[in-house]
């Protein structure tokens, strides 16, 4: 396993799917791209991952730790 991370960042679809993006530094990514999408239900801001399935994982529990501190359902 490599020691270098990348940076990934990701959002709950409205259809229930979880989608990774991989992060190059634009905060309009997870910004305005997605406030005021009816298809972005939560977002998850940029965060290190070692590999994609990583992050993937992390996203997925970000998104769970979301949506219960605020309820979403």
Same mark, same amino acid.
């Given at each position: ?54 992050? &993937? ?5 970000? &998104?769970?730790? &979301? ?7």
């Amino acid at each position: 396993m490599s020691n270098y991370k990348h940076m990934f960042w990701a959002y709950l679809h409205d259809n229930g799917k979880v989608i990774v993006k991989p992060w190059f530094g634009d905060h309009k990514d997870y910004t305005d791209d997605c406030y005021g999408n009816p298809f972005v239900r939560v977002v998850v801001k940029p965060f290190e991952s070692e590999d994609f399935d990583s992050a &993937i994982d992390y996203a997925k529990q970000e &998104i769970i730790n &979301i949506l219960n501190e605020y309820n979403i359902r």
